[in-house]
């Protein structure tokens, strides 16, 4: 005997579970994105962080100059008849010398270990014994190329571009699997069918005749009449994990306007600190460094007074270096808050 048995789900079930599974599918392009967005912020804070130890690099060796013309002066007067410069001046800028030729060491190590992170992403070939001494060129006018925020966006025009952003959309998969989830729960109350098809072969009676084969179709129906309480259950949890992705959703988009408030917040207030350099700090400091200066070639000013405005003022440019640096960085966080999935922009 051979018999073949085939059962249905109930209801709906099948044609559900394929929708999961294709809605499961959208995922992955989805996760995709959000990496890819996170590499892009990723790479662009280490970029940021070796054009910022070039800068300084720079900034010292034009400072190493300066200092070294001061040297001259001091030690040129020295060795005149006049002998207005003292030995502990001569003794100081030979000390401050050495002092900045420090500070270069220490900032090309941090370049070629910075050169080091980034090279794993878009970098390879310039670690080598050289790195330390190899430029950054960046093809603008001094600044690294970054998208900025051309306005603060209204709180419904934010939410909507925000709810584009691939993780939030990754919970909207996770959502629509749930609520596929819930519907295929709720098709349990439904009845399943099954079909059985046997096939029996009998041979010859005793008398020798020839008997018939058997062939046979049964249907069976189960009616989940006394197993109500188990679906109930099946369906409060799916239903519980619809809510919830609900709620994930909120959470991830608040999260992301929190972030966009506090980067743009940031942002500005950067840009408030960089105006005062520019405007008010750095030319005071210049001033204050060249009136030292003339005293000092005057005959009427102390020399640590010259040392100590020339110091102040390198450490203001690298300050202001610093503070652009991350303004760059913010906006580098800023761009990946607005990302959007692929899916989107190709629309």
Do not use: C
């Not at 008849?81 to 001046?89: E, S, W």
């Not at 709810?163 to 749930?178: E, F, G, K, M, Y």
């Not at 761009?335 to 922009?345: F, G, P, T």
Request: glycine share 4%; charged share 25%; net charge neutral.
């Amino acid at each position: 005997n051979v018999s073949v048995s085939q059962m249905f789900p109930a209801g709906d079930t099948l044609r559900l579970t394929g929708e999961k599974y294709a809605v499961q599918g959208d995922q992955m392009p989805l996760m995709r994105d959000n990496r890819r967005a996170m590499l892009a912020m990723e790479v662009s804070n280490l970029w940021l962080t070796v054009y910022s130890y070039e800068e300084s690099i720079k900034l010292v060796k034009q400072n190493r100059t300066l200092f070294e013309q001061l040297h001259e002066v001091v030690e040129s007067s020295y060795s005149s008849a006049y002998g207005r410069a003292k030995q502990q001046d001569l003794v100081r800028s030979e000390l401050e010398l050495i002092k900045l030729d420090h500070r270069l060491t220490q900032l090309r190590q941090a370049k070629e270990n910075a050169l080091k992170k980034l090279s794993q992403y878009i970098l390879p070939t310039m670690v080598d014994q050289n790195t330390a001494d190899q430029a950054i060129t960046l093809k603008t006018t001094g600044e690294p190329i970054m998208v900025t925020p051309s306005s603060i966006l209204p709180p419904n025009s934010l939410a909507a571009r925000l709810s584009q952003h691939p993780l939030v959309r990754i919970v909207d998969v996770q959502s629509n699997t749930a609520q596929i989830d819930k519907s295929i729960a709720e098709q349990k109350y439904k009845p399943e069918w099954g079909v059985t098809l046997g096939y029996g072969y009998r041979g010859d009676d005793l008398s020798g005749k020839d008997r018939a084969d058997l062939a046979s179709i049964a249907v069976s129906v189960s009616v989940p009449i006394f197993s109500s309480s188990r679906q109930d259950a099946q369906v409060k949890a799916a239903t519980l994990q619809v809510e919830s992705f609900l709620s994930e959703k909120q959470l991830v988009l608040n999260e992301l306007m929190a972030k966009y408030r506090v980067l743009t917040s940031d942002i500005n207030l950067l840009d408030q600190r960089i105006r005062l350099y520019q405007t008010k700090l750095l030319p005071s400091y210049r001033e204050s460094a060249q009136a030292m200066l003339n005293a000092y070639t005057s005959n009427d000013g102390v020399f640590s007074d010259v040392v100590q405005a020339r110091i102040d003022t390198l450490n203001a440019h690298i300050e202001l270096l610093n503070i652009r640096i991350e303004r760059f960085k913010r906006l580098a966080e800023l761009n990946y808050v607005m990302a959007q999935s692929e899916e989107v922009k190709l629309k």
